[in-house]
């Protein structure tokens, strides 16, 4: 499975956009980018995935770069409530685990 | 949300005891999983299962063991605990399907103290 690197923080206002990043450069080609938050004291929450095209659920997009060497998680609209670590994790199909790195810790601020 | 409960959802236990904490679930879903998150290490596979009687090692398996010999239930043992041992423990499932979804669904967590 592909190393991702994402910023250990990051902050974002109320109301505005949340885009968060992940680098895997490594990633190979049936590599697929899963999301995921935790928020504190909670178990994490599966929020979205992708392989080579963008994706987009009711919680948030997934914008897949054309090389695939990156992605983005974007929250539209950020509330206190996605005050969260948001992990982003590479995953080959088959019957391997996730392995969660450290994520990064998203504050969202009134 | 997911149908997974844990138990006990906090305990503490002296340094050398037995503990076994148990996973449910009402989802019949095939794949369970256990992991335990410490503070600096995020979340970390301690044992996994694909089916009653299947199960396999994560990263960090020793001094732990599991059983399933039920679909809903799922159990991480402790044999001796050790203080190492004192972390968080989170219970998920997960059903793949024809692409070998990764969508786990986490339980609410047990917090074991070991002294």
């Known amino acids: 499975d592909a190393k991702t690197t994402q910023p250990p923080s990051m902050d974002c206002a109320e109301g505005r956009a949340a885009n968060l990043p992940c680098n895997h450069s490594t990633i190979s080609g049936n590599e697929y980018v899963y999301w995921y938050r935790q928020i504190h004291s909670q178990g994490p929450q599966y929020i979205i995935h992708g392989l080579k095209n963008n994706e987009t659920n009711e919680m948030a997009s997934l914008i897949i770069t054309e090389d695939r060497k990156s992605s983005t998680l974007i929250l539209p609209h950020a509330t206190l409530r996605d005050t969260a670590v948001y992990y982003c994790i590479g995953v080959v199909s088959g019957n391997t685990p996730l392995v969660f790195g450290k994520g990064t810790r998203l504050s969202v601020i009134a | 949300d997911a149908g997974i409960t844990q138990s006990p959802r906090h305990k503490v236990t002296e340094t050398g005891t037995p503990v076994t904490l148990r996973c449910h679930q009402t989802?019949?879903?095939?794949?369970m999983y256990w992991y335990r998150q410490d503070p600096g290490h995020g979340l970390r596979l301690i044992h996994y299962?694909?089916?009653?009687?299947?199960?396999d090692k994560g990263e960090v398996s020793d001094g732990y063991s599991v059983s399933r010999s039920k679909t809903e239930d799922f159990l991480l043992t402790l044999e001796s605990a050790t203080s190492s041992q004192t972390s968080v423990y989170f219970c998920?499932?997960?059903?793949?399907?024809?692409?070998?979804?990764?969508?786990?669904?986490f339980g609410p967590g047990t917090r074991l103290t070991v002294t």
């Open positions: 989802e019949n879903h095939r794949y």
């Open positions: 998920a499932i997960s059903e793949p399907g024809r692409w070998y979804s990764y969508e786990q669904y």
């Open positions: 299962s694909y089916g009653v009687k299947d199960t």
